[in-house]
């Protein structure tokens, strides 16, 4: 139910895309020969419009996956001794060797 509420928000960031889009096409028909300024409005307004809303569903979807992933390293990082005990690695110490091997120099440690 949650993933269905992103429709109205990408709805509303596809209007929103596409009056300015029709606005930028417009005043850029006006100024271009072979374009008409309605032609103009129609064509960049639509293209705002599908952008507007795939880029608020993507960015949705972005964020709803970075939520996930924060929730993933909260428990990781709370239950970090019992997950050593558990497989042998600490992933606290794990997720610095590879910022480390990205060349991301952290320090986590707060024993």
Known sequence: MAYN??????GLAGVIGGGIGAYLGYNQGLVTEGISPVQGALIMGAIGMVVGSAGAFILKSAMQFIIYVIMFALLAYIFRGQIEQLTGVNPVTALEVTLANFGIDVDLASD
């Open 5 to 10: 509420s992103g429709v109205q928000l990408a």
